[in-house]
């Protein structure tokens, strides 16, 4: 399935740079049949009834395609917590649960250097509030899963993996396969498809150039 992409952002996001309608004019263009816009939030995010109202007004101008409302929240703390409402999460078609930072408690991260200067201990806390984000009834898809590990280097253990593929079956989570970052790796992403864990995928483009060529490159194909 490469005709749908459940990962966009539109100017609703801090970092878009382009309108819904600019974007959807894209996604018709590249054939795309489903696409989610899924901005970013966080708690005191108080565009969330705009954001849909413009979703529906541009489903009706392009019927063409099927147009989902999301939100990407990241991860808060080691419960799985993220950084979203009760009352936002009802209101949209799709959550993205995403590390952007690795917690440590409740809303404190790891530094920069404290990765760096010990890689193991990223990876237990990272591996922790994984586990929990999986449990959060909240989240429907786990987006870009293993990106921050890949940033700074840090290699998933195979019986993290199969961990982690163990729980999205049981608590019903879809993965995606984040076209931006390239993750998850083809060994985690075989293991995932075996268990029959199921795949989306998302270009996390953020603007219509990147959105364009992130469909051009061949290699991203993956089925
Ligand atoms: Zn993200
Ligand atoms: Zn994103």
Redesign the pocket.
Known sequence: MTNQDT?L?SKF?YDGENSIEEMVKTAIKLGLKEIAF?E?VEKNTKWVDKFVKEIKRVQRKYPQVKIYSGI?AKVIDLNGNIDATNKVFKKVDLV?G?FHRIPKAKEKYLVHEEILSDKKRALHLWYRAMIELQKNKNVDII??PTAMLKKYEIRLPNSMKKAIVKNAKKYKKVFEFNK?YKVPDKEFLSMLRKKKVKITY?S?S?NIKNFLKSYKKKHNKLS
């Open positions: 990962h952002h996001s899924t970013h990407e993205l995403s987006a870009h931006k998302g996390d953020h």
